[in-house]
């Protein structure tokens, strides 16, 4: 591959520890040598946790699953960098030879009022979830749907829709904000179903209870720093914070209590 | 509608089927099956429903669809995940689309098609009646999904956009970009939480399910470890359900996510349920080789790729060298196209990924230790141009690059087959009951519908059948008319299970001689799966295998080391867990593959093959589901047999030439 075969790397990491949620943690510092470029960032981290356990330590704990980019499990802040340095890129399709031979490394969790670190590297992202419960999604009863043909939906309009719907969840945008902002997360639910027919007869309620939900969680305001969206790696763009923005402007002054209204095409 | 004919009666058919699988699939016109045995079925009553707990176990398109469903209905639903949060259940990664006999594209496209189709592709392994009613729910799926918001792809027009995918003749595929599984998932992920929210379904997130509850020979309930605080914990309920997919990762590189695992259908079969068919498994002939011995995983590319891109390896030994430009045209073997005339590049995936080992084993593989074939694009962009492919597969050439660092715009990508999907799993009636009353499986985690081997697009349409539009209907037929006795946690069966998951933490975590890393005993155990029970298996590397395969398992429990308590976030102990249950399903798969005599859809036994090296079913002696009673460790299972009749779908050798 690519002509890196047979070439390894030596590499520096400082590694948040931490026990559990309850205790204080503190970066511990490993050299990883015979490193080779063509593994992705996490199978370095695997054969690290390996000679970990030989000599009896604790591997280092992080969350991950699919290792394919779609599932939003895993999640590292890479030298200040949420997922590190590829842009559009998960931390499990980050691949070592986005470093160099002796780089020095620092990883930590996702840092964020709302993520209380569980163990090491692993974050509690189930305020996510709550955000969801307080309306992100169609009221819709299993069976009684029409034919899926019979309401056409504008390409551009569904689109617009896949390109919010695309977010995985990962928890980045949270990571990278000052403000510890899930602006980014709850704004692509919205705008994903906002720009849908099916999403018009809840689209007020849900920007107002979702948005309600978010700022209980301790997640803080969005104040247009943009970094959300420089590490988003499926790059949902801020323009869906603007969407969301007046959404729940209108929901909050316009529409009253639960009264339906449409709040029109963007 | 073709009506039905005599059942195809050869020997095997003619033999009665064991007694503990009675199919319950119902009689008469196969179109009228299901709606026939709707009204039949028992319902509860609606102020009842609340008062019977239903056990889920997963959360991924069958485990969420049904959780959300049952909940929807009125049920008390607990739904357990060993993911921080539903949403990341593997369903996510599927990419390439769904199917469904919408007949949208008006190409002769039909209910009865889809369900011949499946059929024919399982190679006449499935259950009829199963497969029918799959086809006839398919249509429905589009329309919930489509309902709540699901951005499937469209036309201009406005209407639903449609692929031909995976050897379909048909444009039957409904496709989200590549992220058709991803987009369905977060339709029943948002369904179920906002069932949360309403207060029908508690979510359990990092629990791992560790055991079954038998009580007077019924499932009433599951044991669970919390994977943050290790706090081992009982649940009671009226029924249990796994959605817990598939064993793919026993072969440690497979496609599936790195938790996948079989320990929750495991558990249950020590506990009675049958396991059918566990040498059914496909491979899928996209995806990215192998670069290192460091690899954790391996990632498929979707197979709609096929539809443009062209198989091929160098038409001699000499060549596997050179870079792909310096082979001229005359010297490429498109090895699909040269055999398969009329399917070409899209033959099904077992015949795909088998013809790429066959080339391999000549030496005409390219890469790294000579395990790839090309998957070209070049004529494709010339004829269609640059953007039309980036338009088509952007997302999955980017994905190549970022893993491989080749640019698949200006050469030729480079796959190998790798474990996808299992079709095997715990064996179920038409109403996905096992064989222990009370314990429901669905999605990829039961058997019943794709025989040996499953089309492209299908196993999105089964997770969401089964969860959306079966199990709420004959889970409630069950609790209708099941009497079950008030139980809770201080049962004695209850207390018996909950302190042998205690006593195997703790094995696991004090082998006498620790020296070797779960992952390192998971790799052995899959390199030898792989060897021996991959694309081509034979007698002598199965028997192999069998005698292997528990001396590991030995060796495991003497030397496997985890470091740290029980009592915490313990990642290693969580591995370890699965591996032990792997090493007993593993042996249990090759001994399915080693009684099966015969070739059929993803089993390739090299000793029954057809003159032209195709595979040869022997429908006299094996036209049977091979669903396995658990015995106990290192004894021989008992192979009980489900008899396959086919009334409307005649046996016959599948040929794509």
Redesign the interface.
């Known amino acids: 591959?690519?002509g890196?075969?047979g070439k390894t790397m030596h590499i520096k990491l400082q590694v948040w520890r931490q026990?559990?949620a309850q205790e204080k943690g503190a970066f511990v510092t490993y050299d990883v040598s015979d490193v080779?470029p063509?593994?992705?960032f996490?199978?370095m981290l695997?054969?690290l946790?390996?000679r970990?356990?030989?000599k009896?330590?604790?591997?280092i704990?992080f969350?991950?699953?699919?290792?394919?980019?779609?599932?939003?499990?895993c999640g590292l802040m890479i030298n200040g960098v949420a997922h590190g340095p590829?842009a559009?890129?998960t931390t499990c399709?980050l691949?070592m030879?986005s470093f160099k031979d002796g780089d020095e490394l620092i990883i930590e969790p996702w840092r964020a009022r709302a993520f209380p670190v569980?163990?090491d590297l692993?974050v509690?992202?189930?305020a996510?979830?709550r955000i969801?419960?307080?309306g992100?999604?169609?009221?819709?009863?299993?069976?009684?749907?029409?034919?899926?043909?019979e309401?056409?939906?504008?390409?551009q309009d569904?689109?617009a829709?896949?390109d919010a719907?695309?977010c995985?969840?990962c928890g980045a945008c949270v990571a990278a904000c000052p403000n510890g902002s899930a602006s980014l997360f709850t704004a692509a639910k919205i705008s994903?179903?906002g720009h849908?027919p099916?999403?018009q007869p809840e689209r007020m309620r849900r920007a107002r209870n979702m948005i309600a939900q978010h700022d209980k969680e301790g997640f803080g305001a969005c104040s247009n720093h943009r970094e959300c969206e420089a590490v988003c790696p499926k790059q949902i763009s801020i323009a869906n914070i603007a969407m969301m923005n007046r959404d729940v402007i209108r929901a909050t002054t316009i529409a009253e209590d639960d009264k339906q209204t449409s709040g029109g095409g963007m | 509608m073709q009506g039905p004919s005599t059942p195809s009666s050869t020997s095997a058919a003619a033999a009665a089927s064991s007694p503990l699988l009675k199919s319950n699939a119902p009689t008469g016109p196969i179109e009228q099956r299901w709606d026939k045995h709707r009204f039949d079925m028992k319902l509860v009553n609606p102020a009842n429903k609340r008062k019977y707990k239903v056990i889920m176990v997963g959360s991924g398109l069958a485990g969420g669809?049904g959780a959300?469903?049952l909940g929807?209905l009125g049920y008390n639903v607990e739904c357990f995940c060993y993911?921080?949060?539903?949403?990341?259940?593997?369903s996510?990664?599927a990419q390439g689309g769904i199917n469904a006999a919408?007949n949208?594209q008006n190409d002769g496209d039909s209910i009865y098609r889809l369900f011949y189709d499946t059929v024919k592709g399982g190679d006449f392994r499935a259950r009829e009646s199963n497969v029918y009613r799959l086809a006839q729910i398919s249509v429905?799926i589009?329309?919930?999904?489509?309902?709540?918001?699901v951005?499937?792809?469209?036309?201009?027009?406005?209407?639903?956009d449609n692929r031909s995918f995976g050897g379909a003749q048909v444009s039957r595929t409904f496709y989200?970009?590549g992220?058709t599984?991803?987009?369905l998932l977060?339709g029943a992920?948002?369904?179920l939480?906002?069932q949360?929210?309403a207060g029908t379904v508690k979510?359990h997130?990092r629990s791992e399910m560790l055991d079954l509850i038998v009580i007077d020979g019924r499932a009433r309930g599951i044991v669970t470890r919390d994977m943050?605080t290790g706090k081992i914990e009982t649940h009671i309920g009226d029924a249990v359900v796994l959605g817990t997919g598939g064993y793919g990762n026993v072969f440690y590189l497979s496609?599936n996510?790195?938790?996948c695992n079989v320990m929750a259908s495991w558990r249950a079969h020590r506990r009675g349920a049958l396991f059918a068919n566990p040498c059914y498994t496909q491979i899928h002939p996209t995806c990215i080789p192998v670069?290192?011995d460091?690899?954790?995983?391996l990632?498929?590319m979707s197979e709609s790729l096929r539809n443009d891109g062209r198989v091929w390896v160098p038409k001699s030994k000499a060549d596997v060298g050179k870079t792909p430009s310096q082979i001229a045209e005359a010297d490429r073997d498109y090895y699909l196209e040269r055999k398969y005339p009329s399917f070409g590049n899209l033959v099904p995936r077992d015949i795909a990924s088998r013809s790429a080992k066959e080339v391999c084993d000549e030496g005409r593989g390219v890469?790294?230790g000579g395990l790839g074939v090309y998957l070209d694009f070049g004529d494709a962009i010339k004829r269609l141009g640059k953007d039309k492919i980036a338009e088509r597969y952007g997302n999955l050439f980017?994905?190549y690059q970022?893993?491989?660092?080749?640019n698949p715009y200006e050469t030729p990508m480079r796959i190998y087959p790798a474990i996808h999907y299992t079709m095997g799993g715990l064996w179920v009636d038409y109403n996905l009951q096992s064989t222990i009353p009370g314990l429901f499986v669905i999605g990829e985690a039961n058997f019943s519908d794709h025989g040996a081997n499953r089309l492209g697009a299908s196993a999105l349409m089964q997770g969401l059948a089964d969860g959306?539009?079966i199990i709420?209907y004959t889970l409630g037929n069950y609790l209708a008319q099941t009497k079950l006795d008030k139980v809770d946690g201080s049962h004695a069966e209850a207390q018996k299970a909950e302190s042998e998951v205690r006593e195997r933490i703790q094995k696991l975590l004090n082998a006498p001689n620790p020296s070797k890393?779960p992952?390192?005993f998971h790799r052995e155990l899959g390199k030898l799966c792989w060897d021996k029970c991959g694309m081509a298996r034979t007698k002598e590397g199965l028997e192999e295998a069998v005698r292997r395969i528990p001396q590991l398992r030995e060796e495991f429990w003497n030397s496997v080391?985890?470091?740290?308590t029980g009592d915490?976030?313990n990642?290693?102990l969580e591995m370890a867990g699965r591996v032990a249950d792997f090493l007993e399903f593993g042996e249990l798969m090759c001994r399915d593959a080693l009684h099966r005599e015969e070739s059929c859809g993803g089993h390739f036994r090299l000793e029954y093959q057809t003159p032209e090296g195709e595979a040869a079913r022997d429908d006299e002696k094996f036209q049977y589901v091979g669903a396995w009673e658990w015995k106990g460790v290192g004894v021989t299972p008992i192979l009980h047999k489900e008899v396959l009749d086919f009334e409307y779908v005649h046996p016959s050798q599948r040929s794509y030439k």
């Open positions: 591959m690519s890196n075969s026990k559990n080779s063509d593994m992705s996490l199978e695997d054969v946790n390996e970990l356990i030989h009896g330590e604790a591997p704990a969350d991950h699953d699919c290792r394919e980019g779609i599932c939003g499990m590829m559009a890129t399709q691949h030879r569980l163990r692993v509690d992202r189930a996510f979830d969801i419960q307080a992100g999604y169609v009221s819709v009863r299993t069976g009684t749907a029409r034919d899926a043909n309401t056409r939906i504008a390409k569904a689109d829709a896949f719907a695309a995985i969840g994903h179903l849908l099916q999403g | 669809a959300a469903t929807e993911q921080d949060s539903p949403r990341r259940a593997h996510i990664a919408k949208y429905n589009i329309d919930q999904c489509v309902a709540q918001g951005p499937f792809a469209r036309e201009y027009g406005g209407l639903l989200a970009r992220q599984g991803q987009q977060l992920y948002q369904a939480e906002r949360v929210e979510m997130t943050v496609t996510a790195k938790g670069s290192g460091y690899q954790s995983k990632t498929l890469g790294p980017e994905m970022r893993i491989t660092d080749d959306y539009f709420p890393t992952d390192a080391k985890v470091v740290g915490e976030l990642q290693s």
